[in-house]
């Protein structure tokens, strides 16, 4: 059983920055694709940013070039680094861990607000 804590969420202003990291526990973290979804009220959950054990990493097209995702095998650990925050990032992230099964942290809130 594998247990992902987040955390770094809060309120930041448009153009802001923000950094969220994740701490995996309970699991080999070298088998799980680890990654940032997000979820707004009244929309679907939402892949952000996904990292393979490889370093291989994805983005969704509206956070391209202002957020980047890593990974510290040494400390189990997911990043997501956000800058050029925008009010539409506002949303609950959560972080996932995925091989054979989904995992799924508890959630932090992001807000972006004047």
């Known amino acids: 059983q594998v247990q992902l804590v987040e955390s770094g969420g809060g309120l930041a202003q448009p153009g802001g920055s923000l950094r969220l990291s994740c701490a995996a526990s309970?699991?080999?973290?070298?088998?799980?694709?680890m990654g940032w979804y997000r979820q707004s009220p009244g929309n679907e959950r939402e892949l952000v940013a996904s990292?393979?054990?490889?370093?291989?990493?994805r983005y969704a097209d509206s956070v391209k070039g202002r957020f980047t995702i890593s990974r510290d095998a040494a400390k189990n650990t997911v990043h997501l680094q956000m800058n050029s925050l925008k009010s539409e990032d506002t949303a609950v992230y959560y972080c996932?861990?995925?091989?054979?099964?989904?995992?799924w942290g508890q959630g932090t809130q992001v807000t972006v607000s004047s």
């Open positions: 996932n861990a995925f091989s054979l099964a989904n995992y």
């Open positions: 309970g699991g080999d973290f070298e088998m799980y694709v």
């Open positions: 990292i393979t054990s490889g370093n291989y990493t």
